[in-house]
């Protein structure tokens, strides 16, 4: 088919040259896809009860195995497991388009302190929440509520950091710019957290640790739609994000309209972030991570490669960093796993230098 | 093609005034100027990517703040002087990305600019490389291949800033005459900025001097005659030798 297409494009093009050109990724797309089947099946088998894969189908098959089994299963590893892929994509391209926007390797939603700006959305509602003396952690409007002011709290870090981005056009200032940034709004928090109560102060720091779990499945629909629209608009910001690979003067040229296309990157960034940091936690590092990875694999810096590639590729590290929380008992936080698994990553970079 | 009326440069304050100048088809046109002078500005500012002061630029006797920017991208092309580099972004991937305006919403390629990049590339001397990543190609190359992405923008004027900058002279040489051979052949518009004068002089069909207090515009020979050249560095010990084509 490809020698085909080749042959009708002719002209004295040599083939293989196209069809290096043309080059598909099948067999990097199947290689990760296996693994990301192999590390769901894993992440369903083990944990603190080991169920054998014969179960697991049968009872996923409908079949009447035990409640035991099939209470751990639906109420607990797959809303869990789903959770866990869909946080591991979002953070991951919420990353890689962070990057490209900035031109700047190590921008994430934590690293530029937009996770901490949900933070301190969420810090504001559970401790407001609490101090007005309504307190019912699993009722749909407290966590619409997290979700909601963690969107609004990471939207206007994203603002902010975009307004000053027009003035500091050096990456690197913006970078200690975001971190000062973090660093202010988690003093902020501390400061509420000192004021709370107990109780409010127990609900927002177990936030913090980061966790998939304790996800009805009305949360996930939400978390899911909302993630969804964050996906879609960042695949739409494809096309611009390759003209913003060589500079904004050139993609200023072409037409690119840079401020709605940084405006897009904005929201879709804040969708991706920001919802995942609502109903999970602030997770760090699986944002800076994934798109290195993806890089590194595919070796190539297109996006319509890139987007894809990496969604699968943070899926891939969120639920491998899941199972292995999973094994010990207590679960670890998400966060100290995903920190163990991205702070090498990092390091790497920095010592290769392999900037975007 | 390009006219340029009482055009002053800059923000909020003039940082340059009164550039009356023209540019017509097939021309090939220098700027030339001391550094600082406002010469990346003149060319951003015509290519729309800065604001200007006041005064007009004409594309076809329409201002240009009157084009949409995809409308522009059409009439003109820009090539920065150190754009930056994507690794693993491939000499394909990177020129096709300035058929911004005539892909669908993912940036697909048609069939006739898959054509139209291969002749391009062939053109400026990069047949065969397509594959490669455009990170990894030399400074001429990679400079032919910047030409190359603002052909296949396929734009009637192309502005490059400082595109010999940095290179050695064979590559200089072979910029230059490529910058030559399209404007004579495809009915371009060239106008970029250099520091070479003596060869912008030779091959050039119009040259514009950004002095410190005047702006000239003209044919070279015209221009020596006026004594525009002494002009440009008339602070400085320099002298215009005239038939040298370079200052001493």
């Known amino acids: 088919m490809l020698y085909l297409f080749c042959t009708i494009l002719g002209a004295g093009f040599h083939p293989a040259q196209i069809v290096k050109l043309k080059r598909s990724y099948y067999k990097e797309y199947a290689i990760i896809a296996i693994l990301l089947l192999a590390l769901v099946v894993l992440n369903l088998i083990l944990g603190s009860v080991i169920i054998p894969v014969k179960d697991i189908v049968s009872t996923l098959l409908g079949h009447h195995t035990s409640d035991f089994v099939s209470d751990i299963l639906f109420s607990l590893r797959i809303p869990k497991l789903i959770t866990a892929l869909m946080a591991g994509a979002a953070l991951s391209i919420c990353g890689l388009q962070m990057q490209t926007l900035f031109k700047n390797p190590l921008a994430d939603p934590y690293i530029l302190g937009i996770s901490s700006g949900a933070g301190l959305g969420v810090a504001f509602f559970v401790m407001g929440v609490s101090a007005f003396g309504i307190s019912m952690p699993s009722s749909l409007f407290f966590s619409l509520g997290i979700a909601t002011s963690a969107w609004i709290g990471a939207f206007a870090i994203t603002l902010l950091i975009l307004l000053v981005s027009y003035r500091l056009k050096d990456n690197i200032s913006l970078l200690i710019f975001g971190i000062m940034l973090g660093s202010a709004v988690s003093a902020l928090i501390s400061l509420f957290q000192y004021f709370s109560s107990t109780s409010a102060l127990k609900v927002f720091v177990l936030w913090t640790m980061g966790s998939f779990t304790g996800l009805n499945p009305g949360q996930i629909w939400v978390m899911f739609f909302l993630i969804l629209t964050g996906f879609a608009l960042s695949v739409y910001n494809i096309k611009d994000l390759n003209t913003l690979l060589m500079g904004e003067a050139y993609a200023k040229s072409l037409g690119v309209n840079l401020e709605k296309t940084r405006r897009r990157i904005l929201v879709a960034t804040t969708l991706l972030a920001g919802s995942v940091t609502a109903f999970c936690g602030p997770i760090g590092f699986i944002g800076i991570a994934a798109p290195h990875i993806a890089r590194l694999f595919f070796r190539n810096a297109d996006h319509k490669v890139l987007i894809p590639a990496t969604a699968l590729l943070g899926a891939v590290i969120m639920v491998f960093a899941d199972t292995a929380a999973q094994l010990s008992t207590p679960i670890i936080p998400i966060n100290t796993v995903s920190a163990l698994i991205g702070v090498p990553v990092i390091l790497a970079i920095i010592l290769k230098n392999r900037f975007v | ?48 990517i800065q604001k200007y002061h006041s005064g007009t630029i004409k594309i076809l006797n329409k201002d240009i703040r009157s084009y949409p920017p995809n409308k522009l991208a059409e009439q003109l092309s820009f090539v920065p002087s150190q754009s930056p580099r994507a690794k693993n972004f491939s000499l394909f991937d990177m020129v096709s990305t300035s058929c911004y305006n005539r892909t669908n919403w993912l940036g697909k390629i048609s069939e006739q600019d898959y054509d139209f990049i291969y002749s391009t590339l062939k053109k400026v001397g990069l047949d065969g490389f397509a594959g490669r990543d455009s990170s990894k190609l030399s400074d001429g190359e990679f400079q032919r291949a910047a030409i190359a992405r603002s052909l296949v923008q396929d734009s009637q004027i192309i502005l490059l800033d400082e595109p010999t900058a940095f290179l050695d002279i064979a590559n200089k040489i072979t910029i230059t005459r490529l910058l030559k051979e399209i404007a004579e052949q495809e009915n371009k518009t060239i106008i970029f900025s250099t520091h070479d004068l003596q060869h912008a002089l030779k091959i050039c069909d119009k040259i514009w001097i950004m002095g410190h207090s005047q702006f000239f515009s003209g044919e070279p020979e015209n221009l020596i005659e006026k004594g525009a050249f002494e002009q440009m560095f008339k602070d400085s010990s320099l002298k215009f030798d005239s038939k040298l084509f370079t200052y001493i």
Not at chain 2, 20 to 37: M, Q, T
């Open chain 2, 1 to 48: 093609m390009l006219i340029l009326e009482k055009l002053c440069l800059g923000y909020n304050k003039v940082i340059y005034r009164e550039i009356n100048a023209r540019a017509g088809k097939n021309e090939i046109i220098a700027l030339v100027g001391p550094n600082g002078v406002g010469k990346s500005t003149l060319l951003k500012s015509i290519a729309g």
